[in-house]
């Protein structure tokens, strides 16, 4: 079995879902659509990304939280929390630092200035 197919569909997998259906997603939901075995999953992923699988997941999400800022600086960050699928705001603004070293009380203070310059 090549790991890169295994990684490669699941990416594949995790870009393609809509908003909805990311909300939910977790690594035993990627690997039951993919057949796939859990630890098989997640080894070739770790090993062939350098990231865990649940860590990717959470990266797409905060990209996604970024471009929903971007189309509507109005939007309330506890929306785009709940709309992601975060367990709560305060969840969700670490995973926004962690992953943009920045908070997104703040990114969106910067975005809404710089429409303003």
């Not at 659509?33 to 080894?43: A, T, V």
Request: aromatic share 12%; glycine share 6%; proline share 1%.
């Amino acid at each position: 079995m090549k790991y890169f197919n295994i990684t490669e569909k699941s990416i594949e997998y995790i870009i393609s879902r809509s908003k909805d259906q990311i909300k939910n997603l977790d690594k035993r939901k990627i690997a039951r659509e993919l057949g796939l075995d859990i630890q098989i999953l997640c080894s070739s992923f770790k090993s062939e990304r350098g990231i865990s699988l649940d860590n990717f997941i959470s990266k797409e999400k905060i990209y996604r939280a970024v471009y929903a800022f971007e189309n509507n600086l109005n939007k309330s960050i506890e929306d785009i929390a709940g709309e992601l699928g975060f367990g709560g705001v305060d969840i969700f603004c670490m995973e926004f630092e962690k992953v943009l070293y920045i908070g997104p009380h703040l990114y969106k203070n910067i975005k809404k200035n710089a429409l303003r310059s």
